[in-house]
T-cell receptor, first 113, second 114 residues
Framework: DAGVIQSPRHEVTEMGQEVTLRCKPISGHDYLFWYRQTMMRGLELLIYFNNNVPIDDSGMPEDRFSAKMPNASFSTLKIQPSEPRDSAVYFC???????????FGNGTRLTVT | AQTVTQSQPEMSVQEAETVTLSCTYDTSESNYYLFWYKQPPSRQMILVIRQEAYKQQNATENRFSVNFQKAAKSFSLKISDSQLGDTAMYFCAFLNNAGNMLTFGGGTRLMVKP
C-alpha cells in the first residue's frame, strides 16, 4: 500500500494566486480529512468527507477555501485568492474502519509571499 | 466538543533513559480512541500507539507504552530506552466514538540528547 499521497510537497506562490493541493487516499478508506498545521494554531481540522460527500466543513476558515472529492481516490483543497496568512503545512488523511487511526500523507508546505 | 491538552511544550531526555509525556483530554463520551503520533523533522505524521477507551489494559508497542487513566481523563506516553531517533514532536490525539473527529493536542517537542 502506497499510503496517502499528497502533491505537491512544496508550493510557493504570490498573494492573490490560486493554489490547488491534491490528495489520493488509501484505497478502501471511506473517510478523508484535510488538516492545516501552523505554529500558532497547531493541527486544525478544515473539512472531512465520508464516501466522497463533505460532512463537516466548519473548520474551513473562509470562503476563499474550497474542497472537493469527485471520486473515492482523489480530493483537492483550493485556495483562491491566496494570502500570506494561509502559509502552513496542509495534511490530508484517510481512515476506514471506525476507531482506526488516521493515516496521514506527507503534507504540502504552502508559502504565500 | 473535545479538547486535548499537552502541558509540556518541550522536554529533553538523555539517550537510554526513560521519559513520560503527559496528555489530558475532556469529553462527555464513554467510548472513544486515543492515539500518540510522532512528527519528526521530515514532518511525516507517524502513529506510535493506540488505545481504546473501553479496554482497561494499557497499550504497549515495543519501547512505547501508555498510562491510561479513564476516570482522570489522562493518557500519558512513556518512552523507555530513549534513542536519538525518538527526537520529534509528539501529539496526543482523541478520536470520537463515531470515528470521524480527531482532535489533537498542542504537541510536546522531545529532544533526546547523546
Amino acid at each position: 500500500d502506497a499510503g496517502v499521497i499528497q502533491s505537491p510537497r512544496h508550493e510557493v506562490t504570490e498573494m492573490g494566486q490560486e493554489v490547488t493541493l491534491r490528495c489520493k487516499p488509501i484505497s478502501g478508506h471511506d473517510y478523508l480529512f484535510w488538516y492545516r498545521q501552523t505554529m500558532m494554531r497547531g493541527l486544525e481540522l478544515l473539512i472531512y468527507f465520508n464516501n466522497n460527500v463533505p460532512i463537516d466543513d466548519s473548520g474551513m476558515p473562509e470562503d476563499r477555501f474550497s474542497a472537493k472529492m469527485p471520486n473515492a481516490s482523489f480530493s483537492t483543497l483550493k485556495i483562491q485568492p491566496s494570502e500570506p496568512r494561509d502559509s502552513a503545512v496542509y495534511f490530508c488523511a484517510s481512515t476506514g474502519l471506525r476507531g482506526s487511526p488516521l493515516h496521514f500523507g506527507n503534507g504540502t508546505r504552502l508559502t504565500v509571499t | 466538543a473535545q479538547t486535548v491538552t499537552q502541558s509540556q511544550p518541550e522536554m529533553s531526555v538523555q539517550e537510554a533513559e526513560t521519559v513520560t509525556l503527559s496528555c489530558t483530554y475532556d469529553t462527555s463520551e464513554s467510548n472513544y480512541y486515543l492515539f500518540w503520533y510522532k512528527q519528526p523533522p521530515s514532518r511525516q505524521m507517524i502513529l506510535v500507539i493506540r488505545q481504546e477507551a473501553y479496554k482497561q489494559q494499557n497499550a504497549t508497542e515495543n519501547r512505547f507504552s501508555v498510562n491510561f487513566q479513564k476516570a482522570a481523563k489522562s493518557f500519558s506516553l512513556k518512552i523507555s530506552d530513549s534513542q536519538l531517533g525518538d527526537t520529534a514532536m509528539y501529539f496526543c490525539a482523541f478520536l470520537n466514538n463515531a470515528g470521524n473527529m480527531l482532535t489533537f493536542g498542542g504537541g510536546t517537542r522531545l529532544m533526546v540528547k547523546p
